[in-house]
């Protein structure tokens, strides 16, 4: 049994959930950073974060939130599959495999989530977006445990 596989079994399924949701939090966070340097940078102040909506922007401080909620949920996604997929047998970093997981969340959310759902954020030059994803996955891939 390798280090991987001795933390794995240490590690109960809830305790990857739980983990994979910290990871998306501060990933998450780590994206809405960047996000919010893009918007400061071009004279917007922090108005980006208030385009995580459909139809109409929304306060800043409601699309954080709301951003925040998916990148949570999404980090226990990762986890999960990661640890479901033996993804560490790769022997990838860490930091790499979230990067990953991140920018096939980006083209998934360019070419399919944001479009069906009308969102304000295909709004925003690409750059930023994908800025954000790769501050994400960077993140997340990092922190998550087995």
Do not use: N
Request: hydrophobic fraction near 55%.
């Amino acid at each position: 049994m390798d280090k991987v596989e001795a933390q794995r079994s240490t590690y109960s399924i809830g305790d990857t959930a739980v983990s994979g949701l910290l990871g998306g939090l501060l990933g998450g966070l780590a994206m809405a950073l960047v996000i919010v340097l893009f918007s400061l940078l071009s004279g917007q102040g922090v108005t980006y974060l208030g385009e995580f909506s459909t139809g109409t922007p929304v306060p800043p401080v409601q699309g954080l939130l709301m951003h925040l909620a998916v990148s949570s949920i999404y980090g226990m996604i990762y986890a999960l599959v990661r640890r479901g997929a033996r993804i560490d047998r790769l022997k990838l970093p860490g930091w790499l495999a979230g990067l990953a997981y991140a920018l096939m969340l980006w083209v998934v959310a360019v070419l399919v989530l944001l479009p069906a759902a009308k969102s304000l954020m295909l709004e925003l030059p690409w750059v930023v977006f994908f800025c954000g994803h790769v501050a994400y996955g960077l993140v997340l891939g990092a922190r998550q445990k087995p």
